[in-house]
């Protein structure tokens, strides 16, 4: 009598060496297990051939008067490239060597896709850590590799990142006048433009510019011809009256920012802040400058105004002691100047775990690319708190096209692979850049103020 169990397996060898055979039939002199995985595995698990550097190099360009400075990355797979913002406005020509002496000779041959790799190792491979000049070199190369990550993957940067958890991004902007009236008229231009989130300052960082005063040090014939002065006590007067007369005529609903510029000592800037605590200010910006970090624990001691800080930060541990005790609310890092999307996103992720929310610095000086770079960032993280607005001239739109676009206070990026931005090359060189830079502000006596 015939066994039922071993005639089934025995069915089931045939079965099986006929599938065998017909799989090496059809893919020729392949094993079985290889033949099977080809038979069975779908398109998206077969992944993508590896793409070598060719070549990196800097574009310099500055259609807006700011030096912008980007990295192309340009792959073994024809006309697959990417870009990335390396902008150091004040050193843009020492970032351009960078680039092209020293990342250029670093990358080519290295696979685009280890990101996480190249990062580390060119982190370091100057065995000094790095400083803002290396940093921007690096956060292009960065950026760049993310650019071509999404192109590669037919994916914007933000779906990488793990999504969108908004629809678009808010942002602040920045109202100003050289008198209380004259600012809140600005700021009510702006909120008929749709926007929620504003930054009001005074004439320009620490007052300068709204007064008339000529000071000391240049009657004497001290400092230079360009250096401008700050008079620190009429600008601490003068921000709380700011924000009262901005309060009265604009009203409770509009969120007010201000910007401190690290430029006045801490004890001063602990005590203007607590004189405008009942007006309610959305942050602070930089209350301190980056040498007198100890200061921000008597500042929380002191006033519960939240505080923005970190965009003259180089490197991204100088954010742990400052998130693990909570001593600002803001992230205010620059993206280019501690290393690319891939740091930042290290950084968001932590400030979540201490309720400290993004605000990436979002200057003009930064380019488009680099906004971009924010853009998708912002999209992505959870804990995302504000995003500094920008106005691109036309000249900028010549020179790079897919420019993140700002709507009623939000901004929103191209709904295109990698981070949505190209540049023209020839369109770029119509602006070359200089290598002027004065941010040299003196007191009365001709004391240089740090920013």
């Given at each position: 009598?015939?066994?039922?169990?071993?005639?089934?397996?025995?069915?089931?060898?045939?079965?099986?060496?006929?599938?065998?055979?017909?799989?090496?039939?059809?893919?020729g002199?392949?094993?079985?297990?290889?033949?099977?995985?080809?038979q069975?595995?779908?398109q998206?698990?077969?992944?993508?051939?590896?793409?070598?550097?060719?070549?990196?190099?800097?574009?310099?360009?500055?259609?807006?008067?700011?030096?912008?400075?980007?990295?192309?990355?340009?792959t073994?797979?024809?006309?697959?490239?990417?870009?990335?913002?390396?902008?150091?406005?004040?050193?843009?020509?020492?970032?351009?060597?960078?680039?092209?002496?020293?990342?250029?000779?670093?990358?080519?041959?290295?696979?685009?896709?280890?990101?996480?790799?190249?990062?580390?190792?060119?982190y370091?491979?100057?065995?000094?850590?790095?400083?803002?000049?290396?940093?921007?070199?690096?956060?292009?190369?960065?950026?760049?590799?993310?650019?071509?990550?999404?192109?590669?993957?037919?994916?914007?940067?933000?779906?990488?990142?793990?999504?969108?958890?908004?629809?678009?991004?808010?942002?602040?902007?920045?109202?100003?006048?050289?008198?209380?009236?004259?600012?809140?008229?600005?700021?009510?231009?702006?909120?008929?433009?749709?926007?929620?989130?504003?930054?009001?300052?005074?004439?320009?960082?620490?007052?300068?510019?709204?007064?008339?005063?000529?000071?000391?040090?240049?009657?004497?014939?001290?400092?230079?011809?360009?250096?401008a002065?700050?008079?620190?006590?009429?600008y601490?007067?003068?921000?709380?009256?700011?924000?009262?007369?901005?309060?009265?005529?604009?009203?409770?609903?509009?969120?007010?920012?201000?910007?401190?510029?690290?430029?006045?000592?801490?004890?001063?800037?602990?005590?203007?802040?607590?004189?405008?605590?009942?007006?309610?200010?959305f942050?602070?910006?930089?209350?301190?400058?980056?040498?007198?970090?100890?200061?921000?624990?008597?500042?929380?001691?002191?006033?519960?105004?939240?505080?923005?800080?970190?965009?003259?930060?180089?490197?991204?541990?100088?954010?742990k002691?400052?998130?693990?005790?909570?001593?600002?609310?803001?992230?205010?890092?620059?993206?280019?100047?501690?290393?690319?999307?891939?740091?930042?996103?290290?950084?968001?992720?932590?400030?979540?775990?201490f309720?400290?929310?993004?605000?990436?610095?979002?200057?003009?000086?930064?380019?488009?690319?680099?906004?971009?770079?924010?853009?998708?960032?912002?999209?992505?993280?959870?804990?995302?708190?504000?995003?500094?607005?920008?106005?691109?001239?036309?000249?900028?739109?010549?020179?790079?096209?897919?420019?993140?676009t700002?709507?009623?206070?939000?901004?929103?990026?191209?709904?295109?692979?990698?981070?949505g931005v190209?540049?023209?090359?020839?369109?770029?060189?119509?602006?070359?850049?200089?290598?002027?830079?004065?941010?040299?502000?003196?007191?009365?006596?001709?004391?240089?103020?740090?920013?």
């Amino acid at each position: 009598m015939i066994n039922p169990d071993q005639s089934r397996r025995d069915t089931l060898k045939m079965l099986g060496f006929g599938s065998s055979a017909g799989l090496l039939g059809l893919f020729g002199g392949m094993s079985t297990a290889e033949a099977r995985e080809q038979q069975i595995k779908p398109q998206y698990g077969i992944g993508t051939p590896a793409v070598k550097i060719k070549s990196v190099k800097a574009i310099a360009t500055a259609p807006q008067g700011s030096n912008l400075i980007v990295v192309k990355v340009e792959t073994t797979e024809p006309g697959l490239y990417g870009l990335g913002c390396a902008t150091f406005t004040q050193r843009a020509a020492a970032v351009v060597v960078a680039i092209n002496t020293y990342l250029n000779e670093f990358c080519v041959g290295k696979d685009v896709d280890n990101i996480e790799d190249m990062w580390q190792s060119a982190y370091v491979s100057s065995y000094w850590r790095n400083g803002p000049v290396l940093n921007n070199a690096l956060s292009g190369l960065d950026q760049a590799l993310w650019d071509i990550k999404g192109k590669r993957a037919k994916m914007p940067v933000y779906q990488l990142l793990g999504g969108k958890v908004r629809f678009a991004i808010p942002c602040y902007t920045h109202a100003g006048g050289n008198t209380p009236e004259a600012t809140a008229d600005s700021v009510k231009k702006f909120m008929e433009q749709g926007f929620k989130y504003i930054r009001i300052q005074q004439g320009g960082y620490g007052g300068v510019g709204s007064n008339v005063d000529k000071p000391d040090f240049k009657t004497a014939g001290f400092g230079y011809e360009g250096d401008a002065y700050m008079n620190v006590m009429g600008y601490l007067k003068s921000v709380p009256k700011m924000f009262e007369t901005v309060r009265k005529q604009c009203g409770e609903e509009i969120e007010l920012l201000h910007d401190v510029h690290e430029r006045v000592q801490p004890i001063e800037a602990i005590n203007m802040i607590k004189q405008v605590e009942d007006y309610r200010p959305f942050f602070i910006e930089d209350p301190f400058s980056p040498e007198n970090m100890k200061w921000f624990a008597q500042l929380r001691q002191t006033t519960t105004v939240p505080i923005a800080m970190g965009e003259l930060f180089n490197n991204i541990n100088e954010f742990k002691e400052p998130m693990v005790n909570q001593w600002f609310d803001y992230i205010r890092i620059h993206v280019s100047q501690i290393g690319g999307i891939t740091p930042a996103m290290k950084v968001a992720r932590l400030g979540e775990w201490f309720n400290v929310r993004t605000a990436w610095h979002g200057p003009g000086d930064v380019s488009p690319v680099g906004h971009a770079a924010h853009a998708h960032i912002d999209l992505a993280v959870w804990n995302f708190g504000i995003q500094e607005a920008v106005a691109f001239s036309e000249k900028t739109q010549a020179v790079f096209s897919g420019c993140p676009t700002m709507d009623k206070g939000y901004m929103s990026v191209n709904e295109v692979p990698g981070l949505g931005v190209d540049i023209n090359e020839k369109e770029a060189a119509k602006y070359p850049i200089t290598t002027k830079s004065n941010w040299q502000v003196r007191r009365m006596d001709g004391t240089i103020i740090r920013p």
